[in-house]
């Protein structure tokens, strides 16, 4: 990713990369994380400074450990 871009733009590529590595759609990453699909897409899209708990949240949905949203950012 290009030194210096948003932190949570670089976030939503990382959980899009994995979500979509898992074959889920955001529809369904947000139903088993307990979140909106909404709120799901605009994290992709780095629109959100996401939370820590949704951050647990949505590494618990798609079975990684937490750090592994971050590796590459």
Known sequence: MP???????QFG????????????S?????????LHRTYVSSTE???????LLNIEKLATALEVE??????GT
Not at 3 to 9: K, L, S
Not at 26 to 34: P, S
Not at 66 to 71: I, N, P, Q, S, Y
Request: hydrophobic content about 40%; proline content about 0%; aromatic content about 4%.
């Open 45 to 51: 899209r780095g629109q959100r400074n996401v939370a």
């Open 3 to 9: 030194a210096g871009e948003d932190i949570r733009v």
């Open 13 to 24: 590529q990382r959980l899009r990369e994995l979500r979509q590595a898992k074959g889920l």
């Open 26 to 34: 955001q529809e369904e990453l947000a139903f088993r994380a307990g």
């Open 66 to 71: 937490m750090a592994d949203l971050f590796r």
